[in-house]
């Protein structure tokens, strides 16, 4: 079973701010590296899959890359927006897909 | 919105007894998964399928069954439901393996 790790836990920033989290993941037979956003009572939403060693990725405000060889992706908030308030999860597969697993999750609360 | 939908949303149960959740959906999608969702560890893989028929073990698969008759259902059994499997459990869906997943509404279970 993999070990997926996120960084950290939970993290409180004002309105405006940029931010950035991380996800770090066993860098051997790695496959794919998936985030997802999860607002409370709702269902995660799929942000990004990343595959390639050096992917970066955007959509709108938020961004991600990607580092295959040592194993972490980093997830960036710019400017952040009261509505960017969630839980953002990484998940990775190894073995073309097999073995999908979440990590933990960052707690994000931005504050007007 | 991706056309997941789970049933029941919302379950109790005594222990011992017999629960079956079931997962539908509308985008012929290959892939289906049950996660549950429990405090302190996120989402942790159950079981999956890859097909009709064909399903796969996940993380903690222990006291779970599964079973995919049609592309569209999947359905999870809990044959003996015990306290512990009280959780949140979510369905969800991906074109092909490593590809993004796109979640149901999740369906609280709890064994009393």
């Known amino acids: ?112 | 919105d991706a056309g997941i939908t789970q049933s029941p949303r919302h379950k109790v149960t005594e222990t011992g007894t017999p629960v079956t959740l079931r997962c539908h959906q509308t985008e012929n999608h290959r892939y289906m998964y049950w996660y549950r969702q429990d405090p302190g560890h996120g989402l942790r893989l159950i079981h999956y399928s890859y097909g009709v028929k064909d399903t796969d073990k996940g993380e903690v698969s222990d006291g779970y069954s599964v079973s995919r008759s049609k592309t569209e259902d999947f359905l999870l059994t809990l044959e003996s439901a015990t306290s512990s499997q009280t959780s949140v459990y979510f369905c969800a869906i991906s074109d092909d393996l490593g590809d993004e997943q796109y979640f149901g509404p999740g369906t609280r279970l709890t064994v009393t």
């Open chain 1, 1 to 112: 079973i993999l070990n997926v790790e996120q960084s950290p836990q939970s993290l409180h920033v004002q309105e405006g701010d940029s931010t950035n989290f991380t996800c770090s993941f066993p860098s051997s037979n790695f496959y794919a590296l998936h985030w997802y956003r999860w607002e409370t009572a709702k269902s995660p939403e799929a942000l990004f899959v990343m595959t390639l060693n050096g992917d970066e990725k955007k959509k709108g405000r938020i961004s991600a890359t990607l580092n295959t060889k040592e194993g972490y992706s980093y997830l960036y908030i710019k400017g952040s927006q009261p509505e960017d308030s969630a839980t953002y999860l990484c998940a990775s597969t190894d073995n073309y897909g097999q073995n999908f697993v979440f990590g933990p999750g960052t707690r994000l609360s931005v504050l007007p």
